[in-house]
Each structure stands twice: as C-alpha cells, then as structure tokens.
C-alpha cells in the first residue's frame, strides 16, 4: 500500500531553537496532506491542513506563526515548529491522501521532546 | 460538525477471549467510518472503513466492524484477541463533503492479558 514516511522519528532540543519535521509521500502524490499534534495517551488533533503550493489552512488555536508549513512539491510538506518550548512536546503524525482512492495514509510519527 | 466518542478509555480481555470496542458518532450529514489501530510510538494503521454497502466491514487482523445507522454507532470486534492486538484503536470519521478532516474518537487502549 501507499507509504508516508516522517523525518525525524524523534528529536530533542533545546528550548528556544526552531525544528523541522518532515513527510513525505514516497509512492504517490499528495495535493494535500494533514498534521496532527498527540499529547500522551490522548487522541490525535488536527492542526492544519496542507495544500500543494499554497497557504496551509489551520485549526481553531493553533498558532500559524508557531508552526509554520510548507508544501512545496506534490511529495513533500515540512512541519517547523518555531521557538520551541517544553509545552510544544508532543507526538507529531502527518497523513496524506491518495489521488486515487482518497485513502489517508499515515507517517510513523515524530516524537518532539523540548527541554 | 462531526464527533466521535469511544465509550471505553481502556478494555482489558484475556488471550483468546472475544472483544467489541465501542464506537458512536454525531453527524448531521453522511460520513464515512474508519478504525485505526495505533501501536506504542508508531504512527496509525488502518483496521478498515465503511464507506458504503454493507453494514458489516471486514478488516486486516481478523477485526470486523458494523455500522448502525439507526443508533449511530461503527463498533469493533474480534472474536479472539491475541498478545499482539494489544494498542490503542482509534475510532474516526470524515465528511467528504467539505474539507476532507479525519476527526478521532478519543482512543481506546486494548490490553490483552494472558
């Protein structure tokens, strides 16, 4: 089936630093691909929806300036989560959706861990 | 708006014993259904989905799912769990109407003992 893979798996650093994640649709293209931000043991929020060669759309309270995304092809959108703060821990998982059969296909997630 | 809501935080089951997640959803348009299976820092799996047809959906690792329309509910169920079901299962729908937005239940943490 289709793959959607994410880069890093997991990443600590310092608070204040900036962090790029990555995801990537490895057999297909993807117009669109969504982030989701999981706390422990809680379930998976949207936080905005990526769209090939133009602005992401955001959820309600999720602050665009913190996290920046950019689509800048049809396999690739990145996450950067700006200054970033111990409060900005947390489980990142990207999907995408394939052209064909409209399926949503998920990354293996990237643990971000702010010190 | 679409929500979710998965009855149980937690089903703890022994080995070989059956099992039903439960699943219900608000929607005041149609939705389509789906289950992912979520294992410990890995990203989600898809169990299987109801799109259309009929009201039972069979998915991958013997798990079966129907939909009921009538009380609104898609719950899971296997008739003998295994060690290795063990994870979080996720209940979701979306509106292919609008935006295509997967909105998750709040997750459900299968615990298989043997």
């Known amino acids: 089936g289709a793959v959607v893979s994410q880069h890093p798996s997991w990443v600590i650093c310092k608070s204040g630093t900036s962090v790029k994640i990555e995801c990537r649709s490895l057999d297909f293209q993807a117009t669109t691909m969504f982030w989701y931000r999981q706390f422990p043991k809680q379930s998976l929020m949207l936080m905005a929806t990526s769209n090939e060669g133009s602005k992401a759309t955001y959820e309600q309270g999720v602050e665009k300036d913190k996290f920046l995304i950019n689509h800048a092809s049809l396999t690739l959108s990145t996450l950067t989560v700006t200054s970033a703060h111990p409060e900005d821990s947390s489980f990142y998982i990207c999907?995408?959706?394939?052209?064909?059969?409209?399926?949503?296909?998920f990354g293996e997630g990237s643990r971000l861990t702010v010190l | 708006a679409q929500s979710v809501t998965q009855l149980d935080s937690q089903v703890p089951v022994f080995e070989e014993a059956p099992v039903e997640l439960r699943c219900n959803y608000s929607?005041?348009?149609?939705?389509?259904l789906f289950w992912y299976v979520q294992y410990p820092n890995q990203g989600l799996q898809l169990l299987l989905k109801y799109l259309s047809g009929s009201t039972l959906v069979k998915g991958i690792n013997g798990f079966e799912a129907e939909f009921n329309k009538s009380q609104t509910s898609f719950h899971l169920r296997k008739p003998s769990v295994h060690i290795s079901d063990t994870a979080e299962y996720f209940c979701?729908?979306?509106?292919?109407?609008?935006?295509?937005?997967?909105?998750f239940g709040q997750g459900t943490r299968l615990t298989i003992n043997p």
């Open positions: 929607s005041s348009v149609s939705v389509y």
């Open positions: 979701a729908v979306l509106n292919y109407q609008g935006a295509q937005k997967l909105v």
């Open positions: 999907s995408a959706s394939s052209p064909n059969t409209g399926e949503l296909f």
